[in-house]
């Protein structure tokens, strides 16, 4: 079983609309979490960067760590069709283990 | 804006043939991934260096994959003999320690046929 599940999509939305993307994960051991964003044939690019639970807001984006439920979630307001990619969310323990889920497309139509 | 750097961005080899990726982290960054990822997957991790040495290598197929990183900059992954199942992107990243946001390349697209 992987350690962070996240489904595989794709999530199709109009413009405009807000994008909600889940994870869960099992390793009790993960303090930090991580949103990347990935275009076609690309490598991910960092979108947010968390430490432990509660809320995190950048620009259009805003993360969020529920770690007594092992839930993290990504929100991302007033959608555009530049926003369609892959999804990739990741935890890391403090020793720098290192685990990403296996990414969620999101299509965004004008 | 430094970036990581890595070269082919593809490579098209047969089965059985030998195939060598490099990558140059941002400056100063002190640890470097390599990941594979194949198509539908998110990356997993095959080596990773602090400086020139080995951190972890527990998933590398060390039967036919090989990685270097001689001084502690640049770095190079082989596969000898590549197989039909190596076909996956090949991500290197960078970070400047062990416990910091990594920085990915663009990545290799490898196809064995």
């Known amino acids: 079983q992987k350690e962070v599940e996240q489904d595989p999509g794709p999530l199709s939305v109009p413009e405009g609309a807000i994008v909600s993307l889940n994870c869960t994960y099992s390793n009790s051991a993960f303090q930090y979490f991580m949103w990347y964003r990935q275009y076609s044939r690309k490598g991910p690019e960092l979108l947010m960067y968390?430490?432990?639970?509660g809320n995190k807001e950048d620009g259009r984006f805003t993360a969020q760590v529920d770690k007594s439920s092992k839930y993290i979630s990504l929100f991302i307001r007033d959608s555009q069709p530049s926003d369609s990619a892959t999804y990739l969310c990741?935890?890391?323990?403090?020793?720098?283990?290192?685990?990403f889920g296996a990414g969620t497309q999101v299509v965004v139509t004008p | 804006e430094a970036e990581v750097a890595q070269s082919p961005r593809y490579k098209i080899t047969e089965k059985s043939q030998a195939v060598a990726f490099w990558c140059d982290p941002i400056s100063g960054h002190a640890t470097l991934y390599w990941y594979r990822q194949i198509l539908g997957q998110g990356p997993e991790l095959l080596v990773q260096?602090?400086?020139?040495?080995?951190?972890?290598d527990s998933q590398l197929p060390k039967d036919r994959f090989s990685a270097e990183r001689l001084k502690g900059v640049d770095s190079t992954l082989k596969i000898q003999p590549a197989e039909l199942g190596d076909s996956a992107m090949y991500l290197c990243?960078?970070?400047?320690?062990?416990?910091?946001?990594?920085?990915f390349g663009p990545g290799t697209r490898l196809t064995v046929l």
């Open positions: 990741a935890g890391r323990d403090s020793w720098g283990k290192f685990q």
């Open positions: 260096f602090q400086d020139e040495s080995v951190v972890d």
């Open positions: 990243a960078s970070s400047l320690s062990g416990l910091d946001e990594q920085f």
């Open positions: 968390t430490y432990s639970s």
